[in-house]
């Protein structure tokens, strides 16, 4: 099992229309066949200088790839996450034997 995630701080307005659309477009990510247990998170600590997560977990790599390669992820990140997205941090888990 991978679990794929994401925290990000995007260039809008905290609670603005853009904001919102960009949450929205993201969680149709989970359409694609291969996405298991997709949850958009908003962060809550402190600790850090980013707003949002995503997560997503995938049963082994090949299902990582497909989703990776997947023209909706694809395009997703070209016309969105590219031009939206001001800083992020990505991070993939396997589980530690």
């Known amino acids: 099992m991978i679990r794929h995630t994401v925290v990000f701080r995007l260039k809008h307005e905290k ?3 853009q904001e919102k659309t960009f949450l929205k477009l993201a969680k149709q990510l989970s ?3 291969t996405v298991k247990n997709f ?3 908003k962060q809550v600590s402190p600790k850090n200088n980013f ?10 790599q090949a299902d990582y790839d497909f989703y990776s ?4 992820h ?3 990140v070209q ?8 800083d992020f ?6 589980k530690h034997p």
């Not at 390669?69 to 909706?72: C, L, M």
């Not at 941090?89 to 396997?94: A, F, H, K």
């Open 89 to 94: 941090l990505e991070i993939d888990y396997e």
């Open 31 to 33: 359409s694609i066949s």
């Open 79 to 86: 016309k969105h996450w590219i031009p939206e997205v001001d």
């Open 69 to 72: 390669n997947h023209s909706e």
């Open 51 to 60: 707003d949002f997560g995503l997560s997503m977990e995938f049963d082994n």
């Open 15 to 17: 609670g603005s229309e």
């Open 74 to 76: 694809n395009e997703f």
């Open 39 to 41: 949850e958009c998170l």
